[in-house]
Each structure stands twice: as structure tokens, then as C-alpha cells.
């Protein structure tokens, strides 16, 4: 039984490096991304558990490990920026508040399925057109939910973090520890 990553993102394979699971695969779910469930934490889940069955079904013997995350402000999913304009916008309503950050993780293994999902709070501090148009420039934000990322240039708009860090980054690394010994019963 090997363990697959079913995602792309750099960031979390580094994650799960930190966990000191370096022998794994990565297999990125292809598809669309969408939920309609009726809270942030349920939509990750959703779209988390959608790119972990889509591995699964190819690989049903393997461990596989997916994950959603998207940040939210006034209740309202902030995604991947389509553009400069767009990275430009979501800062500047990022910039002197709090939002959350949700990820879904669902892993399977041998038809059993766990998803959860985890919550964190961060706060930006008051940014300037110009701090954010350099920001922008480093292309850092165009590629990430909420158009920032706090493990990299990004560090410098955050204010504060209530929660797990990991979470901000796009794998909550404690919450997806236990539900591998849940599932795996380490």
C-alpha cells in the first residue's frame, strides 16, 4: 500500500515532508473544483473528498490524501485570482482585516473514507496600493487562494494567525496526523 498525494501544490508536499512522509506519489485529481454545501468548512470537505475519490477509484489498495482550501471574507470564498486586477482587489479587501482560511482533507484507504476540515483566523495588517502592487509583482499571489501566500512573501501582510499555521498553507499537518492514525489505527 503506498500513499498518494492528490494534489499538485508544492506546498503540500513539503507538508507532508515536515511529517516526515517523504515516500509518496503525486497523482493531482483532474476536474472541477465545486461544492454547494451550505457552510465553508462542508464545501471544502466536499471539494476535498470529490479529488480524493477521483484518485481512489484508480488506486483502491492506496492510502490516498486530498485537500481543499479556500479563505473566506464576510462569509464570501475569495479563490485563485484570474488576474493581476483580480489579486489586486482581493488584497485590498484583505488589507486591515480578519478572514479565515478553510481546508478540507479527506483521506481513503481500502474503501474507508475520513474528511474534516480546519479553520483558522488571520489578520492583515493595513496595506498600501503600493505594498500591494509590489506584492503582486513578485507573482507569488497569483496562483493562491485569497491571492497571498503566508509561508512566503506573503508573510509580510499578516498581521497574526489564530490557529494552525499548516491550515493557512493548504495542509492542516496535526488534523491530517490523526486522521491517518484513525484510519490507518497507528
Do not use: W
Not at 498525494?5 to 507532508?16: D, G, M, N, T, V
Not at 475519490?53 to 471574507?73: E, G, K, N, Q, R
Not at 491550515?167 to 486522521?179: E, I
Request: aromatic share 4%.
Amino acid at each position: 500500500m503506498k500513499i498518494i498525494l492528490a494534489s499538485k501544490s508544492p506546498r503540500r508536499r513539503e507538508i507532508l515532508n515536515n511529517m516526515g512522509i517523504t515516500d509518496f506519489a503525486v497523482i493531482p485529481a483532474e476536474g472541477e473544483e465545486a461544492a454547494s454545501a451550505p457552510t465553508p468548512g462542508k464545501t471544502v470537505e466536499q471539494i476535498a473528498q470529490g479529488k480524493a475519490l477521483a484518485v481512489a477509484s484508480s488506486h483502491p489498495d492506496d492510502v490516498v490524501i486530498a485537500a481543499d482550501t479556500l479563505v473566506y471574507l464576510d462569509g464570501e470564498p475569495l479563490g485563485k485570482p484570474k488576474d493581476a486586477e483580480d489579486a489586486f482587489n482581493m488584497l485590498s479587501r484583505l488589507s486591515g482585516r480578519e478572514h479565515e482560511v478553510y481546508t478540507g482533507v479527506c483521506v481513503t484507504a481500502k474503501g474507508r473514507i475520513i474528511t474534516e476540515h480546519e479553520r483558522t483566523t488571520v489578520r492583515f495588517r493595513p496595506l498600501s496600493d503600493k505594498e500591494i502592487a509590489d506584492y503582486i509583482a513578485t507573482g507569488e499571489p497569483l496562483d493562491k487562494a485569497g491571492a497571498y501566500g503566508a509561508q512566503g512573501r506573503g508573510c509580510l501582510l499578516v498581521e497574526g494567525i489564530t490557529g494552525d499555521f499548516f491550515n493557512v498553507m493548504g495542509l492542516p499537518a496535526c488534523r491530517l496526523h490523526l486522521m491517518l492514525k484513525k484510519l490507518l489505527g497507528e
